[in-house]
């Protein structure tokens, strides 16, 4: 087993590598267009093109504002950089932070379906940037300035706010002062200080330090009560070296010198500078309970156990997300721009950041609800000092933020097309909730820590190797791999993976194990009467990882097992059927699919096991589907799809359906479900009701259930090439203990969901003997 040490280890040495890997593959970067509308025929193109399209164009050429409804100009945004600031990278230059605006334009699709186009532009001058940057008005609806650094950025944004009328935001100056205004806020009711008396010492005199620190004193801090250090050290009346009007305005008339001398006493240390700079041993002379906001990116200021070790009475945030407290401003831009894009906003107000400030500020101190205890997986946090502010994934920000900032846009007179119905806003925010695309979250974070087993019949797959490195980094499970010892060390060196094998990771040699005798005889117990016989008993044991792996389980040797990489699906079917066998009260496995998109999460059953279930087996596998969607923290919704559309046709399959539907209305009274209808029915309560008013089905479907494997194969397939969507599963479905068989053509990502799954449903299995 690997302790935490080791864990460390692997994960600070193999990050970079995997981080490469992801950004290559399978396609270079993170990002690409999609068209919104299709473009299937003559009269399609005709409309979306020449001659078509010059209706719109007209109409906007009459009146400006036509762009939002006839162009994507009201939902795309620009997120722009000179490269001048990356992250706390420095100086890099535009080509080189094109990674980082990816990234942020990632975000801001996945947290707020926000469009975006990065921007690196080669501009240093303060005039050439303004001018680039001010001819993009026609192309967006706002603007993000992302890592320009200062002075020059404070020039650079108000000269752009002046001459632009959509919004433009630098989001390393506001966004960043929003976050840190909320987290200082909570600490000090934490700590029981104000504002207005406390000392904060500031590590850095850039644009995202000066602007927290300006946010700040607009909130009630005091100048006479904070110090600014920067490369040269204090930022003193009278300093000549390295100053600008910016920093000057927080230059204080003191002897102190260095940030050693600055700190004595502060009960704030704000970085925003650069890597280790804040020593350990500085931290003795703050004051009680101080906040320690170690911010710069990647690596901060200090990491959080050596500040945790000298200063115990601290409460510590950095700007990564592998630590509680997570002050960084993707908690801010994307919501932010949400509520000022939605309300046609012309400019991000004063009002409108302290609105947002607010808003993350009272989310963490509100008791976490329902939805958003499922994106915090089994913990839910409690406002205190290891909880000062909300993470990114925490649901509730969107329905908090962008109303807020869109009230306060109407208040101040800037937003152009001011929400009128704040309560049918919120409906339209709600889709985020469910659409994030973070569905596996809950799954992982389930995990953390628990350290259960996790068997692997592929060992020396390169996919698996993969995976078991990053199920290691992430503490999901620990993973045993079936394999020879030799080739799995070749192969971890060969793709640059830092695990070890043996010491990281426990390796099964089927050639040369000592409990080769005990397995044969184990496997002989489930099988002898089936057919095998003791000589083949022993072959099997040797050559067949699947079964070696299910007995493993069995054993209680490992508490979950994957296999299936290689091979047909039936014969692992076949083997986990005689050795690991059906959960109490099941008839017949099924395999539940998840498809991921844009579009949102669909589950589809059965996908892989029974070619021609009868009525009964569609009831069973459609009940034991449901119970797994909860897992995911999603109330299943299930339609049982066919081409029949409520009684429109009488053939065998769709009087299988309805029977099933009898069966499980009968059985689980509790579960939303209807049928048997077409798959648009399904997705789509509008089509719905046309065809069936009284359906007992609300809203969209998310579990589809398919007369035959044909069906339910094939559809996902087709929709899984056509949204691009990422496949997790097959989900076994009614086994004694989780198993679950993939696909030769899963990926590594896909093996890590799938190990993730395993080893969620081995800690909700305990969880449910320990409340039985
Ligand atoms: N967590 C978050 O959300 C965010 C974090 N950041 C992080 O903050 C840092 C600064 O970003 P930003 O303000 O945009 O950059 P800027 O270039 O505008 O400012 C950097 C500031 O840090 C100072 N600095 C750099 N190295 C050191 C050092 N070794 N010791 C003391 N001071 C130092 C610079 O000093 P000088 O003036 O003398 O050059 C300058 O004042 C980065 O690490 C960035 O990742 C930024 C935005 C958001
Ligand atoms: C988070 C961010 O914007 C930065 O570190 O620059
Ligand atoms: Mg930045």
Redo the contacts with the bound molecule.
């Keep these: 087993m690997a302790d935490s040490t080791d864990t460390d280890r692997l994960a600070e040495s193999d990050l970079d590598n995997q981080a490469l890997f992801f950004h290559k593959y399978p396609k270079p970067g993170k990002l690409a267009i999609q068209a919104t509308k299709p473009l299937g025929n003559q009269r399609d193109l005709a409309l979306a093109y020449s001659p078509g399209v010059a209706a719109p164009c007209l109409e906007i050429a009459k009146d400006p504002s036509k762009a939002a409804d006839y162009t994507s100009r009201a939902n795309l945004v620009a997120v722009i950089s000179n490269g ?2 990356v ?2 990278l ?1 100086d890099i230059g535009p080509l080189a932070s094109k990674p980082v605006m990816e990234g942020k334009a990632v975000l801001f699709k996945k947290f707020a379906d926000i469009d975006v186009f990065d921007i690196e532009i080669d501009a240093r001058e303060i005039d050439h940037v303004c001018d680039v940057i001010a001819a993009l008005e026609p192309t967006f609806g706002g603007i993000n300035l992302e ?1 320009i ?2 002075p020059e ?1 404070f020039e650079i944004e108000s000269r752009l706010r002046a001459r632009m009328k959509i919004p433009v935001f630098h989001d ?1 100056q506001h ?2 002062a929003i ?1 840190v205004a909320a987290a200082v806020r909570n600490a000090l009711m934490l700590s029981k200080k104000d504002l207005a008396d406390v000392k904060i010492v500031a ?7 000066l602007a927290c620190l300006n946010l700040l004193v607009s909130l009630g801090a005091r100048h006479e009560n904070i110090l600014v ?4 050290g204090v930022v003193y009346e009278g300093r000549n070296e ?1 100053m600008d009007p910016w ?1 000057a305005r927080y230059a204080r008339e003191t002897e102190k010198r260095t940030l050693e001398d600055a700190i004595d006493g502060a009960d704030i240390f704000l970085g ?3 890597a280790g ?1 804040l020593k350990p041993g500085l931290l003795k002379t703050m004051a009680r309970d101080p906040l320690i906001l170690a ?3 990647p690596t901060p200021e200090i990491m959080p156990d050596l500040a945790r070790e000298v200063r115990p009475d601290a409460m510590i945030c950095t ?1 990564r997300s592998d630590f509680p407290n997570q ?4 908690l801010c831009f994307p919501f932010i721009f949400r509520g000022a894009l939605d309300c046609g906003a012309t400019h991000i107000t004063e009002k409108m950041k302290m609105a947002a400030v607010d808003a993350i500020a009272a989310l963490a101190r509100e008791n976490v609800n329902e939805v958003a205890a499922k994106a915090y997986g089994s913990d839910t946090p409690i406002f205190g000092p290891e909880y000062l502010i909300p993470t990114p994934f925490d649901p509730r920000l969107i329905l908090k933020i962008a109303p807020a900032v869109a009230k306060a846009a109407a208040e101040e007179g800037v937003a152009l097309r001011p929400i009128e119905d704040m309560g049918q806003y919120l409906e339209t925010l709600n889709r985020f909730v469910f659409r994030s695309g973070l569905i596996m979250k809950p799954i992982f974070k389930s995990t953390q820590d628990t350290n259960h087993r996790v068997i692997f019949a592929d060992g020396e797959d390169e996919r698996v190797l993969r995976a078991a490195q990053v199920l290691l980094e992430d503490r999901v499970c620990q993973p045993i791999l079936i394999g020879r010892p030799s080739v799995i060390e070749t192969r971890l060196e060969r793709f640059g993976l830092t695990a070890k094998a043996g010491t990281d990771f426990q390796i099964v040699d089927p050639s040369d194990d000592p409990r080769y005798r005990d397995y044969v005889d184990a496997y002989l117990d489930k099988v002898g009467r089936k057919g095998i016989t003791p000589d083949s008993a022993r072959t099997i044991m040797r050559t067949n990882s699947t079964v070696i792996a299910a007995i493993a389980v069995t054993r209680g040797e490992a508490d979950a097992m994957i296999c299936g990489l290689e091979g047909r699906f039936p014969h692992h079917v076949r083997d986990i059927g005689q050795v690991i066998g059906l959960d109490h009260g099941v008839k017949r496995f099924a395999a539940l699919s998840v498809l991921i998109s844009q579009s949102g999460t669909k589950f589809f059953v059965d996908t892989y096991v029974q070619r021609h279930p009868s009525a009964e087996d569609i009831a069973e596998m459609t009940i034991l589907a449901a119970d797994e969607i909860k897992r995911f923290g999603i109330a299943p919704k299930a339609a049982l799809v066919s081409h029949s559309n409520f009684g429109s046709d009488d053939t065998e399959d769709t009087r299988k359906l309805r029977k099933a539907l009898a069966i499980i209305r009968n059985e689980r009274p509790d579960l939303e479900i209807d049928g048997e209808m077409h798959g648009d029915a399904a997705l789509n309560p509008a089509v719905r009701e046309r065809s069936m008013p009284a359906s007992t089905l609300t809203g969209e479907a998310n579990l589809l259930v398919f007369p035959t494997l044909d069906a339910a194969n094939i559809t996902l397939n087709v929709v899984k090439t056509m949204l691009d969507a990422l496949h997790v599963g097959p989900i076994l479905l009614g086994t004694n203990s989780p198993a679950h068989i993939l696909t030769p053509s899963v990926t590594s990502r896909g093996v890590v969901n799938m190990a993730a799954i395993a080893a969620a449903q081995v800690v909700q299995n305990e969880r449910g003997e320990d409340a039985g």
Excluded: W
């Design positions: 001048t600031a992250l706390g420095g890592d650094k200062a950025c390393d966004g960043t976050i590590s850095g005199a850039g644009a995202a330090s250090t920067d490369r040269e390295s920093k925003l500078s650069a700079v911010l710069a990116n700007g002050v960084n401003n993707v």
